[in-house]
């Protein structure tokens, strides 16, 4: 008989000899999901004994995150915004510094556009992924219509579970495409309120130098922004003003130290008027934001 409290401890050391930053945290997780039970009720019953099939199955799962696999994609599950995502290999895992684009999209939705406009949003994400922002933004923001864009349908199936799950599917349109096609073949230009995104941005060649679980886990397509990691703010530079309604917002994630390269690519088209740059938590410059003429 294996109890709870021996399984942790058993786990803690395998994890750490796999040198993993957190593996008491990491071994609590994955216990507490195969059992579908709190931190408090884990510890309320450290003594009791786990079934062999739990058992079975929690040695499977620390062996993966052993071999670099995310946490996140054992449990099929992220929060962010302070709302529960699932998230799959498709798609990137959502971090905290990309909550930063919803809170300034949010932000700019209640302060700078008019009241009649915040009643009738229309809000577009590039590259949605997991529909991390797309579904943060249709809940935070109850009248916007909002239209999730990404290449693949993989990651599709992801967000439209998402906004299933939190109520507002009704309200998110999810099309496959590349990238700024979709807003198109939808006839989207010139009314487009609100246009977000989280766009590759690695300079390829800094791929191979990411954390085992970012290089070897997570979709490379989400990542790679190209030569200097710019690649997709040229092609928002060249072909997101036309989706601009006068007035409109584009608000973007940047890499660390990409925002004034972005704002200048932003500014040489001689479509925004104003830009503002917010910085995370870290004082890092995170996010650009530029408004159209």
Known sequence: MVTRREALRQATGFLRASELD?????????LRYLLGISRTELYRDLDEALPALVLSRYRELLSRRAAGEPLQYLTGQREFMGLEFLVSPAVLIPRPETEIVVERAVELAQKELSPAQVQSLTIVDLGTGSGAIAVSLAKFLPRARVYGVDISGAALAVA??????????????????????????LDLFARVDLLVSNPPYIPREELDNLPREVREFEPRRALDGGRDGLDYYRRLAAGAPAFLRPGGWMVLEVGQGQAAAVQELLGKTGSFSSFRIVPDLAGIPRVVAAKGL
């Open 22 to 30: 957190n593996p008491r945290l990491d071994a609590e997780v994955l």
């Open 160 to 185: 439209w579970e998402n906004a299933r799950r939190h109520g507002v599917a009704g309200r998110v349109t999810l099309c496959c495409g590349n990238f700024l096609a979709p807003l198109a073949a």
